[in-house]
């Protein structure tokens, strides 16, 4: 498989690692957006969230936990993120958590800063998608 993030779990990249369980993995971000950036990931490739299965999940979402109380140690506040497939952004096709240390003076604002088209739905737009989800 060619995913670099394979190769940082099998040792074939090296990588600044940050903490390791037996199913999951973080560590430095090679290309941070501010200092101290880091990635978690399953070592077991899966594409999206919801591919991975419940004792991995469990593991990895316990691993964000504790490497967020570490990011906050860096600045008091951790942005915590994922792109869950190629059109929410996901640049490489292997779960990964972004761990992102922020401050006030970072530039980044509020995730409602990152859409400049944002719909207005109106109530049977917005009860329709409601049903959709609930099913």
Known sequence: MDCIFCKIVHGEIPS???????????????????????????RNHYEKVQDIPSEENKDLFETVR?????????????LIAIHNGKQSGQEVPHVHVHLIPRSKNDSAGPVHSMFQNTPKPDNKTTEEIFKKLIM
């Open 16 to 42: 600044k690692k940050i903490l390791e369980t037996g199913k999951s993995l973080a560590f430095l971000d090679a290309f941070p957006v501010t200092a101290g950036h880091c990635l978690v990931i399953p």
């Open 66 to 78: 504790m490497v967020t109380s570490k990011i906050d140690q860096l600045t008091g506040a951790t």
